[in-house]
């Protein structure tokens, strides 16, 4: 597969996502997730929970870039999170972030999401091309 050039983990309290949207009335949910994010969370089982798991994916995948290149300007609402047809989580990135993968030498973010209880988590493999 390759060399592991970053990883990033963060861990999301639901109920902060959820008390997030209902102060900030949508605007947080609004300019934080893609279009297709939101498309999914709709048809979540626990809308909040799912928002929560892609919101520690873009904190997951910024660590992974930024703890390991430092002069990378980065902004993680550019980090899509799309749901495989086996209901596993996938990195999707715009070309922007393409671009800035392709910089630092890497392929590929692998991306893994858990959720118990309140609390929603994710880590981010930022994978080096060979």
Same mark, same amino acid.
């Given at each position: 597969?390759?060399?592991? !050039?970053?990883?990033?983990?963060?861990? $999301?309290?639901?109920?902060?996502? *959820?008390? !997030?949207?209902? *102060?900030?009335? #949508?605007?947080? $949910? @609004?300019?934080?997730?893609?279009?297709?994010?939101?498309?999914?969370? $709709?048809?979540?089982?626990?809308?909040?929970?799912? &928002?929560? +798991?892609? %919101?520690?994916?873009?904190?997951?995948?910024?660590?992974?870039?930024? +703890?390991?290149?430092?002069?990378?300007? %980065?902004?993680? *609402?550019?980090?899509?999170?799309?749901?495989?047809?086996?209901? +596993?989580? *996938?990195?999707?990135?715009?070309?922007? !972030?393409?671009?800035? !993968?392709?910089?630092? #030498?890497?392929?590929?973010? &692998?991306?893994?999401?858990?959720? @118990? +209880?309140?609390?929603?988590?994710?880590?981010?493999?930022?994978?080096?091309?060979?």
């Amino acid at each position: 597969m390759g060399n592991v !050039l970053g990883v990033g983990i963060d861990l $999301v309290s639901i109920s902060e996502i *959820r008390d !997030l949207d209902e *102060r900030t009335k #949508g605007a947080f $949910v @609004q300019q934080t997730y893609t279009s297709k994010e939101l498309e999914d969370a $709709v048809g979540a089982s626990n809308y909040y929970e799912f &928002l929560a +798991g892609r %919101f520690a994916v873009k904190e997951a995948v910024y660590k992974a870039i930024c +703890g390991s290149f430092l002069d990378v300007n %980065f902004d993680f *609402r550019n980090v899509e999170t799309i749901k495989q047809p086996n209901g +596993g989580p *996938r990195f999707s990135a715009n070309i922007e !972030l393409l671009n800035i !993968l392709k910089i630092i #030498g890497a392929e590929d973010v &692998l991306v893994s999401i858990s959720n @118990q +209880g309140d609390f929603a988590i994710a880590i981010a493999q930022l994978i080096k091309k060979e």
